[in-house]
């Protein structure tokens, strides 16, 4: 190892919790402002473009086209699963390669992964559009998950904790072997000083950009409250078409929200992606396909179980 993968040794080795301000600590000490290219709005082309870096193309991937007015997100969802279900076992194989693929290779994967994230949130804008209500109580995730859900999805600062948590695991795994002489291997157990930094301050400008959000979002919940729906309200809600098209007006503003969201969910793993090294980059979005879709799996046996036990307890008709 040289001289400057120290930093890296003596930050991991006291634990996760010395290398990285908790998410709560920076929101509650915000360093100086971002650049304005990270504060500014959401870009107006969804989804926004990918950082200039090995795997950030966006990628055409293999998924179906964005769904047609017929096809259900539920069943675009399913189809995601699938898909990201493939590419967990291509991520297995490329991180546990022996000789390690060339870095070509490793990019190629990469960007193959991204490229199904990217039409992901483009196939789920699409659908908001055309009905903002489902994205908010969808059907397509267990109740597990949705137990978890921040604007819609998950917490963008989650995807750089995520990056925090296996780097200190793998780290910890190969720790015996660095302390007798031997290297680490080329994942994320060995991220730079220059990484890490680059990490943090990543993690610093998303909670500015989770902020905003969250922002916007209570002034779009809070609409609601507003004189013509209250005016509405005293009058039974009997007037349909008006009442129609003031909650089409409300519903804007959380689709609105969303697309905030699902591009932020979208640039942070595109940009955690652009820090690391290509065998980097494999076990991040390996981690990340693992633990999205253990969770998704558990849920759904969860629920399964539920509702057997609720139709077992079912007084027969």
Same mark, same amino acid.
């Given at each position: ?84 279900? $493939?590419?967990? #076992?291509?991520?297995?194989? !490329? &991180? =546990? @390669?022996?000789? %390690? ?7 190629? +994967? ?98 500015? $950009?989770?902020? #905003?959000?969250?922002?916007? !979002? &209570? =002034? @779009?919940?809070? %609409? ?7 005016? +509405? ?85």
């Amino acid at each position: 190892m040289g001289p400057t993968r120290w930093p890296t040794w003596t930050t991991f080795i006291t634990g996760p919790s010395h290398h990285h301000t908790s998410h709560n600590a920076h929101r509650q000490q915000q360093s100086s402002p971002a650049p304005p290219h990270h504060i500014d709005a959401m870009p107006a082309t969804f989804p926004p473009p990918a950082p200039p870096s090995h795997g950030g193309g966006n990628g055409t991937g293999t998924l179906p086209p964005p769904m047609s007015s017929n096809e259900s997100f539920s069943n675009f969802f399913e189809s995601w699963i699938a898909e990201q279900s $493939r590419d967990l #076992e291509e991520l297995r194989a !490329a &991180a =546990s @390669a022996e000789p %390690a693929a060339p870095e070509d290779d490793l990019r190629r +994967l990469v960007d193959q992964v991204l490229g199904h994230y990217a039409q992901y949130y483009s196939t789920k804008a699409a659908a908001a559009a055309d009905d903002v209500n489902m994205m908010f109580t969808s059907s397509w995730t267990s109740t597990t998950e949705n137990l978890y859900l921040w604007c819609g999805g998950s917490r963008p600062t989650a995807t750089i904790q995520l990056l925090y948590t296996k780097s200190a695991m793998q780290l910890q795994q190969q720790l015996p072997v660095f302390l007798d002489g031997g290297g680490l291997k080329d994942d994320l157990s060995d991220l730079s000083a220059a990484e890490l930094k680059a990490a943090d301050q990543l993690q610093h400008r998303t909670i500015t $950009r989770e902020r #905003e959000i969250e922002e916007t !979002a &209570a =002034s @779009a919940q809070e %609409a609601l409250t507003s004189k013509t729906m209250v005016e +509405l309200a005293g009058g039974g809600g009997l007037d349909a078409g008006a009442m129609d098209r003031e909650m089409q007006t409300k519903a804007e503003g959380m689709r609105r929200v969303l697309e905030m969201a699902d591009g932020l969910r979208l640039e942070t793993i595109r940009e955690v992606v652009a820090l690391l090294r290509p065998a980097q980059a494999v076990h991040f979005l390996l981690a990340a396909a693992e633990l999205h879709l253990a969770v998704h799996d558990f849920g759904r046996r969860k629920d399964g179980h539920a509702g057997n036990a609720a139709a077992a307890a079912a007084p027969s008709v």
